[in-house]
């Protein structure tokens, strides 16, 4: 069963905040809310995560929902290196993540 | 510099033969996984390990097989049994214990083609 539902694509303009949503209507009180990206024919990299607070570092912000229903990734000025596969994942432990299809992202010139 | 080797990064093998594939890495972490990747597709855990000779099956262990003798490689076994291995392979490590933040550290990936 799917934990998290991302749109499948979105595309954003060069040096525009990117914005891509996740829910996770069923999220439990242990699990953490994490976001990855994986560049084509790369491994994923992990970009940040959060149990209920909003949390921010040098790649990115990310905000949850009061009820961590749901929550959004923040790319406060896409670059067209930020053009990847970006995934929502919840979960307890590293061998619970489940990986999605994830948000295609286009960053557009 | 410290990360996650994994290889061969290309793979080519004829139907029937096993394959292994190598992932080392020296972030002294306790924890190492495998994932499968198909095109288009996101990822499926194979095998986890935890610690030293002891690892657990993924949602897809089936026609995979994998040891862990060191704390720094956890070889992945693509066996005959295996109906369609053609795919994109990922290691990944982890920190465990206090501290924990759940991060994985990937590998750059393996890609097998089964001709």
């Known amino acids: 069963d799917a934990k998290t539902t991302q749109p499948p694509s979105m595309d954003c303009a060069e040096g525009r905040a990117a914005n891509l949503p996740c829910n996770h209507s069923?999220?439990?009180?242990?699990?953490?809310v994490y976001w990855y990206r994986q560049i084509h024919s790369q491994g994923p990299q992990y970009i940040i995560h959060?149990?209920?607070n909003n949390e921010t570092n040098e790649m990115a912000s990310l905000i949850i929902t009061e009820d961590r229903k749901s929550s959004t990734l923040i790319l406060p000025h896409a670059t067209l290196r930020d053009t990847a596969v970006y995934y929502c994942?919840?979960?307890?432990?590293?061998?619970?993540?489940?990986f999605g299809k994830g948000t295609k992202l286009s960053v557009i010139p | 510099d410290g990360g996650i080797t994994q290889s061969p990064k290309y793979l080519f093998r004829k139907e029937g033969q096993n394959v292994t594939l190598s992932c080392e890495q020296n972030?002294?972490?306790?924890?190492m996984y495998w994932y499968r990747q198909d095109p288009g597709q996101g990822l499926r855990l194979i095998y986890y390990?935890?610690?030293?000779?002891?690892?657990q099956k993924g949602d897809i262990a089936e026609g995979y097989s994998v040891s862990r003798e060191k704390k720094e490689s956890f070889p992945l076994t693509v066996t005959s049994a295996q109906k369609n291995p053609t795919a994109f392979y990922l290691c990944?490590?982890?920190?465990?214990?206090?501290?924990?933040?759940?991060?994985?550290?990937f590998g750059e990936g393996s890609r097998l083609t089964v001709l």
């Open positions: 972030l002294n972490h306790d924890a």
């Open positions: 994942i919840v979960g307890a432990g590293s061998y619970q993540l489940t």
């Open positions: 069923t999220i439990s009180g242990n699990e953490y």
């Open positions: 990944a490590s982890s920190s465990l214990g206090q501290g924990y933040t759940g991060e994985l550290f």
């Open positions: 390990s935890q610690i030293v000779n002891d690892f």
């Open positions: 959060g149990l209920k």
